[in-house]
């Protein structure tokens, strides 16, 4: 997939690992609109469409750093405008996304994860971590792993799988808390 910056694929990253996700357009439909006596047009960076069973709109998202918002706002108000009202028309939200809710803990996350979802689980591992679970409802990454870097290395695959859960919102680190999936 195609990206402007680094902003746009982080974002694209999020979305690749949201489970409520169905499907993303990248620039999806251009719009046109007056801006005085001049003719202008406009383009969203991605359309993003959730599964049906979500019950959510699809979002039309304008990606931009928070400071060019900031120092270019009045540049861009007719264009933001004129998708608000193009979205709303066709059963749309129109957002405009910054690094603030882009580069989070969530992102750093799925980062972090991504490398453990390249190899396979050791089965005799995962069932010694795995028959944790019996004992207590949720264990921290260092009670599941130890000193064992095999198992803390199973661990990470287990939550890079989702066969664990943790609060995805928080930073992983070997403090947090894990739980099975049902």
């Not at 469409?49 to 861009?76: C, G, N, S, T």
């Not at 990470?156 to 995805?168: E, F, H, P, S, T």
């Amino acid at each position: 997939m195609q990206f402007e910056s680094s902003l746009e694929r982080d974002m694209i990253t999020l979305l690749e690992y949201d489970d409520e996700v169905e499907t993303y357009t990248p620039q999806p439909v251009t719009i046109y609109y007056e801006n005085g006596a001049k003719q202008c047009r406009y383009t969203p960076d991605l359309a993003v469409y959730y599964r049906p069973e979500i019950k959510r709109k699809p979002e039309l998202i304008e990606i931009k750093y928070q400071a060019e918002l900031d120092e270019k706002w009045a540049e861009y108000a007719a264009r933001f405008a004129a998708a608000e009202k193009y979205a709303a028309s066709g059963g749309y939200i129109f957002k405009i996304v910054t690094e603030q809710e882009i580069r989070t803990d969530h992102l750093y996350n799925i980062k972090f994860l991504s490398r453990y979802l390249r190899t396979n689980v050791e089965n005799v591992r995962n069932a010694v971590i795995l028959s944790k679970f019996n004992e207590a409802k949720r264990w921290s990454v260092r009670e599941l792993s130890g000193d064992d870097s095999g198992l803390l290395y199973t661990v990470w695959q287990l939550v890079a799988q989702k066969v664990l859960c943790y609060d995805m919102n928080k930073k992983l680190n070997m403090d947090t808390l894990l739980w099975k999936t049902h």
